[in-house]
């Protein structure tokens, strides 16, 4: 429902009856005054009305994904569609939190017919995200600054910047089932890097097996054989609610790149890994589509496009446990675009996720802290047939408080409290 602007019936009653006063009195000064005054303010309305009607952006951004740090070039064209000028308009992109800018961002032009104007910038992130750049904003008016007028553009970039990987001094937590590759006595697959010796040529073995000196040496055809082995790697679990973590954004961040961290350490060496977390995708809550959004404040436009990313979704992140840098990349993603939720505690998210996960992983729970709750499902799983591993991030008291606790049930415990410890870190 549209508001009602009482400031502005209020002044046409009293010009009104200004009006029939100075016409009854016969003050025709006073009247011409008036119809002056009238026609001044009918021209200014409608050089409003029509001042932001066609304005048009062009959006080009030299990339789409970023690492923290990393320079971004953004280019903006404003064009004038319409045969009528624009006679002020300010132009201003608007730039999410966590992103510096350098350069035109904004900037007060007179835009003549079909004329055009272009901004550019150079952003850098200073934090991992998914973040929206734009749409533009335009405010122009009449040419007495008698109204004003706020319009956005109807087109937006979105960029991924990914968490910060710090190198870990080692990985090696110990398992049930060994970390790494395993020499094992069902054959799962052959690696290839491990030679167990040469055996006679067979029918059927591929010219690439053929060891040619042994063959030269006996004069008969001989062919490798490969140890098998087999790959545990880590099913990492980030516990991302809103709940758990409160205002203390810094020790969440650190706990993103803790996960970025071990994932990445793991997937070097070839072992599979996967990731949970009961946060959500940013993504999601980002509208593809914006539209023309038209207001008479600033703060109404804001509010506008912050209804936009409103959402309902509760479906906690998934990745899969598998080797490859494919499957790293898309833990990275969702790991840049993870945002605070409030769908569902860690506790619930593990009572109905933990069944499908793959217990030769280890899961590697990272929280700010223990609870109640969390503590029986942890020793669910370990009775389950997980190997468990918790993290705790800067909590020492709680650590102190739950390690004797986690190691009776045989749940290895740990406590990061800085990106220094993280990196000296020998698990």
Excluded: C
């Excluded at 319009?151 to 910047?161: K, L, Q, W």
């Excluded at 998934?318 to 993603?333: A, D, F, K, T, W």
Aim: no cysteine.
């Amino acid at each position: 429902m549209a508001r009602v602007n009482w400031q502005r019936i209020i002044l046409l009653v009293a010009a009104a009856g200004f009006l029939f006063a100075a016409v009854i009195m016969k003050l025709s000064f006073f009247a011409f005054a008036l119809y002056a005054l009238g026609a001044v303010s009918l021209a200014a309305y409608a050089m409003t009305y029509t001042a932001l009607d066609r304005i048009e952006t062009e959006r080009h951004v030299t990339a789409r994904d970023l690492e923290i740090g990393e320079d971004l070039i953004v280019t903006v064209a404003v064009r004038n569609q319409k045969a009528l000028p624009t006679i002020w308009l300010v132009a201003e992109d608007i730039i999410p939190r966590g992103l510096e800018a350098a350069g035109t961002w904004a900037r007060a032009v007179l835009l003549m017919p079909f004329a055009s104007t272009r901004l550019q910038y150079r952003l850098r992130p200073t934090r991992r995200g998914f973040f929206r750049i734009g749409p533009a904003l335009f405010e122009s008016g009449d040419f007495f600054g008698l109204n004003r007028r706020f319009a956005t553009g109807e087109d937006a970039a979105y960029v991924t910047v990914y968490p910060k990987i710090i190198p870990l001094a080692q990985y090696a937590i110990p398992t049930s089932k060994p970390m790494g590759e395993t020499v094992v006595k069902r054959r799962l697959v052959e690696d290839a890097t491990r030679l167990a010796g040469v055996r006679e040529y067979r029918t059927g073995d591929p010219m690439r097996r053929i060891h040619w000196r042994a063959t030269a040496r006996t004069g008969a055809l001989h062919s490798r054989v490969y140890e098998y082995s087999t790959l545990i790697g880590a099913n990492i679990i980030l516990d991302f609610g809103r709940e758990a973590w409160g205002e203390d954004r810094s020790r969440a961040e650190l706990a993103v790149t803790a996960a970025a961290s071990v994932a990445s350490h793991i997937a070097d060496r070839r072992q599979q890994v996967g990731f949970v977390s009961n946060g959500g995708d940013a993504s999601d809550i980002m509208p593809r589509e914006i539209g023309r959004l038209s207001a008479p404040t600033r703060p109404r436009i804001y509010q506008m496009l912050a209804e936009s990313e409103q959402t309902d979704r509760l479906t906690p992140v998934r990745i899969p446990v598998r080797r490859g840098e494919h499957n790293l990349h898309l833990i990275m993603r969702s790991l840049a675009r993870l945002r605070m939720s409030d769908a569902l505690s860690l506790g619930e998210l593990i009572r109905e996720e933990y069944e499908t996960w793959p217990r030769e992983a280890t899961a590697l729970v990272i929280v700010p802290g223990l609870t109640r709750e969390t503590l029986p499902q942890f020793v669910e799983m370990r009775n389950s047939g997980f190997t468990v591993a918790v993290m705790m991030i800067a909590n020492e008291e709680s650590y102190a408080q739950t390690r004797g606790m986690l190691e009776a049930e045989g749940i290895m415990p740990m406590q990061v409290g800085s990106e220094e410890e993280l990196g000296a870190l020998t698990l």
